[in-house]
């Protein structure tokens, strides 16, 4: 992942596509905060793959216990 001011961004914006093109993933900064990130097509995390991970996870967690302790004693306890 490369990273790169705004104003660089601005003047270099060919080459930032031709990064990305190549399967490169590019932050651009303003003021050492990230404002935007360039990616290239289908890596993108969309709101259906952020369903489907979240169901996976759910899936995941069934069945899972925590022994009959209750998360407010494990929160008291410091182990949490």
Known sequence: ??????GE???RFDELLDWVEAGE????TRCGKV???????GTAFGRGRGRGAAQRIRAMR???TLGGIAIED?????RL
């Open 74 to 78: 494990m929160v008291s306890e410091g």
């Open 35 to 41: 404002v935007a990130r360039l990616v290239p097509p």
């Open 1 to 6: 992942m490369k990273t790169i001011g705004v």
């Open 62 to 64: 069934r069945g899972v």
């Open 9 to 11: 961004a601005e003047s």
């Open 25 to 28: 993933d590019v932050v651009i």
